[in-house]
Every structure is written in structure tokens, then in C-alpha cells.
């Protein structure tokens, strides 16, 4: 998402990247699910896709003076919650486990502390809480102008 708003600079791409990127990156980053120790190729990319995905929205804010719209948190909210009832009903038909929805993923966090579904929970709450930061700090009334 952030290298397609890199590219595109498209308003509503750029949100999704600029929310997704600051909230949930972070938590990606402070609690690795790599299952390799340094120097391994997938713990350095796991490092370096994750980290590129939080100073490639950065480089936007800086250097492209993209902002996010007011309430735009609440558009980006509800776009990530339909794409996690897809996302699990696609985890449920397959059997797979993508963003940990069908089980609690196995890393030291007081987040997965209650086990399934309330990590789920825990994580929604949460992430609403970052994108209200986010909004409150970056957000502009001023009309974005589109490419």
C-alpha cells in the first residue's frame, strides 16, 4: 500500500498506507513473528519490508506533503475491518492463519495475553486509539488536492 501510494499518490491509497503504516507497523516491528535469527535472509526482510513500509509513509508526509483528511479515520477503519472478515473467512476456508485471525500469534505480548478472539478485540480497540493519534497529529482541513 505505501509503495503504491508512493507511486500513485492517490488520497485514499495514501490514508490506507498512512494509518495502516503508522499503527500497525510498529507493532509488527516490536513484536516479530520470525521464526530465524540475524543474519538470516527472512529475519532481514522481515526488518527491512517492514521498516521500508514505515519510512515510505514518513517520505510522503516529509517530502510529498501528503496529509490524511479529517475523518479520515473512520473510513480507514472501516475498510480494515471489511478486509479482516474477508481475510478470515478466506483463513477459515483454507485453513491458513493470515493476521492472525484464527490463532493467537506466539510472541511476547500482553496484546495476545487473553488468548483468541480477544487479541482480536484487543488489537481493533487499540488500533482505532492509534488512528485517532494519527488523525489528530497529521489530519488537514483543507481539501487535498489529487494527481
Same mark, same amino acid.
Given at each position: 500500500?505505501?509503495?503504491?501510494?508512493?507511486?500513485?499518490?492517490k488520497?485514499?491509497?495514501f490514508e490506507l498506507?498512512?494509518?495502516w503504516?503508522?499503527v500497525?507497523?510498529p507493532?509488527? $516491528?516490536?513484536? !516479530?513473528?520470525?521464526? +530465524?535469527?540475524f !543474519?538470516? =535472509?527472512?529475519?532481514?526482510?522481515f526488518?527491512?519490508?517492514?521498516?521500508g $513500509?514505515? +519510512?515510505g509513509?514518513?517520505f510522503a508526509i516529509g517530502a510529498? /506533503?501528503?496529509r490524511?483528511r479529517?475523518?479520515?479515520?473512520?473510513r480507514?477503519?472501516?475498510i480494515?475491518? +471489511?478486509?479482516?472478515?474477508?481475510?478470515?473467512?478466506?483463513?477459515?476456508l483454507?485453513?491458513?492463519? =493470515?493476521m492472525f485471525l484464527?490463532?493467537v500469534? /506466539?510472541?511476547?505480548?500482553p496484546l495476545v495475553?487473553?488468548g483468541?478472539?480477544?487479541?482480536?478485540?484487543i488489537?481493533?480497540v487499540?488500533?482505532?486509539?492509534?488512528?485517532?493519534v494519527?488523525?489528530?497529529?497529521?489530519?488537514?482541513?483543507? !481539501? +487535498?488536492?489529487?494527481n
Amino acid at each position: 500500500m505505501t509503495a503504491a501510494a508512493l507511486v500513485t499518490r492517490k488520497q485514499m491509497i495514501f490514508e490506507l498506507a498512512c494509518f495502516w503504516g503508522l499503527v500497525g507497523t510498529p507493532q509488527a $516491528i516490536l513484536t !516479530p513473528t520470525v521464526d +530465524v535469527d540475524f !543474519p538470516a =535472509y527472512w529475519f532481514c526482510q522481515f526488518f527491512l519490508c517492514h521498516s521500508g $513500509i514505515v +519510512v515510505g509513509v514518513v517520505f510522503a508526509i516529509g517530502a510529498l /506533503k501528503m496529509r490524511p483528511r479529517r475523518g479520515s479515520m473512520w473510513r480507514v477503519f472501516a475498510i480494515t475491518n +471489511v478486509c479482516l472478515l474477508l481475510i478470515g473467512l478466506f483463513d477459515f476456508l483454507i485453513g491458513a492463519n =493470515y493476521m492472525f485471525l484464527r490463532e493467537v500469534p /506466539k510472541v511476547d505480548s500482553p496484546l495476545v495475553a487473553l488468548g483468541w478472539p480477544w487479541h482480536i478485540v484487543i488489537a481493533d480497540v487499540l488500533m482505532l486509539g492509534g488512528f485517532w493519534v494519527v488523525e489528530r497529529v497529521l489530519a488537514t482541513k483543507a !481539501p +487535498v488536492v489529487q494527481n
